[in-house]
């Protein structure tokens, strides 16, 4: 059963709605790229696999934990779970898999590097995986859930050291997605006014972790309360593609080997 917290966002939480339809639009944008066999690493709830799961011939899910969701789909016999912690990736053949699916993990693995070269590996010859991740310069605060963050150049550079090719796109939003941003910048900063010494970038993740995931929740709760009309028209179609720059919310990678 996966730990409750906010890094685990649930389709059935309102307050977590607009950052939900975010991570699920990229469910949709591989949906449209995928087939053959699949490896998605880090599935989470689960929330992403109605999607993926009939365009793949075979499912593969690794994660520390087993969700509803994917319990349901290994009892119908739709795909394979591996519950286990990441790098290396267990029990996955060398060339086995024709691609690999990852949506907001790698900022949480150490061995970033080492799952990348593990993505490589298992892939078929010009398999592809497919990444996202957030952009740093868009982060709000330190998320001290995260090992690291990455900016479009930082993440660019690491794939070109270890895949064939890759393409950079970023996840954008429209005017409404932009409103619910701004209002979230400045209900952060008014947290965040009080952190005279800086020591959300000082102290242990640890230490932080905890006070962080309660004010997360209840900054995405009075969000909610305040700007309910506005949250409540945010969907997948006010979210796009497009070629990253530092403005992109999250970084979306498809690298090939």
């Not at 064939?164 to 970023?170: A, D, E, F, P």
């Not at 993740?205 to 909610?224: E, S, T």
Request: with cysteine.
């Amino acid at each position: 059963m996966a730990i409750q917290t906010a890094e685990r966002i649930s389709p059935y939480e309102a307050s977590d709605k607009v950052i939900f339809v975010r991570s699920f639009f990229a469910y949709l944008e591989a949906a449209k790229i995928i087939r053959g066999t699949v490896l998605e690493i880090g599935s989470g709830m689960g929330y992403g696999l109605p999607e993926l799961v009939p365009k793949s011939t075979e499912y593969i899910t690794v994660d520390k934990y087993q969700s509803k969701l994917v319990e349901q789909y290994v009892a119908e016999g739709k795909l394979r779970f591996i519950q286990t912690t990441v790098p290396p990736l267990s029990d996955i053949g060398d060339e086995s898999v024709d691609f690999v699916v990852c949506f907001q993990l790698i900022e949480h693995i150490r061995k970033d590097r080492i799952l990348l070269h593990e993505i490589k590996r298992v892939l078929k010859r010009g398999g592809k995986a497919i990444i996202t991740t957030p952009n740093r310069k868009m982060s709000l605060t330190r998320n001290p859930w995260h090992i690291r963050e990455y900016t479009v150049s930082e993440f660019q550079k690491m794939l070109s050291g270890i895949f064939s090719s890759h393409t950079i796109y970023g996840v954008y939003g429209n005017d409404k997605v932009t409103a619910y941003y701004e209002q979230n910048k400045k209900s952060v900063q008014r947290i965040t006014r009080f952190d005279i010494f800086r020591l959300q970038y000082i102290l242990p993740r640890f230490l932080l972790k905890i006070p962080y995931d309660i004010l997360n929740r209840m900054n995405r709760k009075k969000l909610l309360n305040n700007n309910t009309g506005l949250i409540s028209e945010i969907s997948v179609s006010d979210y796009s593609l497009k070629p990253a720059d530092d403005y992109c919310y999250d970084i979306f990678a498809i690298a090939e080997k």
